[in-house]
């Protein structure tokens, strides 16, 4: 009698799942700049997956200080920001099934970035609403946007193949449109 296959324990779910899993080895692998957006896997279920993360988390760093409405358009407009400058270039290079991978590691350094900067920050006075403020806040806020912007310009020059210092240009320019957006919505 031959053997029988065993059955899967886990089904598609689970499956998902361990990708997932696999997803956050590399989204940290990313943060410490030792990966590549190639090395995620191409799903958009999993996309959808880390962004509801991120969703998650930034309702959780952002909840005390603006509505979930403010906080969904916060994000929406990083996302989209990101989506726009990855497809364009992309696009621009013939490159366009990487756009799922690149979306998904600048979302996933976004998200660990956030979860490591939260509880930094927890224990630091704000900056901005102190009437002194504290320089070890400062200086502990401008380092972590530091590292995320050089994250996302390895992840720039990677999934775009192009050199440092564009990608760190894009990185940057990527920050303060951003940052004008934000200024211009919540004004």
């Known amino acids: 009698m031959s053997p029988q296959p065993e059955p899967q324990r886990h089904g598609r779910a689970g499956h998902l799942l361990r990708l997932w899993l696999y997803c956050w080895l590399q989204f940290v692998r990313l943060s410490l700049f030792l990966s590549s957006p190639a090395r995620l896997p ?21 909840g005390g200080l603006r509505p ?35 979306l998904h590691a600048l979302i996933g350094v976004n998200l660990v970035i956030s979860l490591v900067s939260y509880p930094l920050m927890e224990l630091l006075p704000d900056p901005m609403h102190d009437e002194q403020p504290d320089m070890l806040a400062l200086q502990l806020s401008l380092l972590l946007l530091v590292w995320n912007l050089a994250a996302i310009s390895l992840i720039f020059r990677r999934a775009f193949g192009i050199g440092t210092l564009l990608a760190g240009f894009l990185a940057f320019s990527y920050f303060l449109v951003f940052e004008w957006l934000l200024m211009k919505v919540f004004a």
């Open 42 to 62: 191409w799903n958009p279920a999993l996309l959808v997956m880390t962004l509801a993360s991120y969703l998650l988390v930034g309702r959780l760093i952002l």
């Open 68 to 102: 979930f409405g403010d906080i969904l358009i916060q994000i929406g407009i990083e996302v989209g920001l990101l989506a726009l400058i990855s497809l364009v270039l992309l696009w621009i290079q013939g490159h366009r099934e990487r756009f799922i991978q690149t």
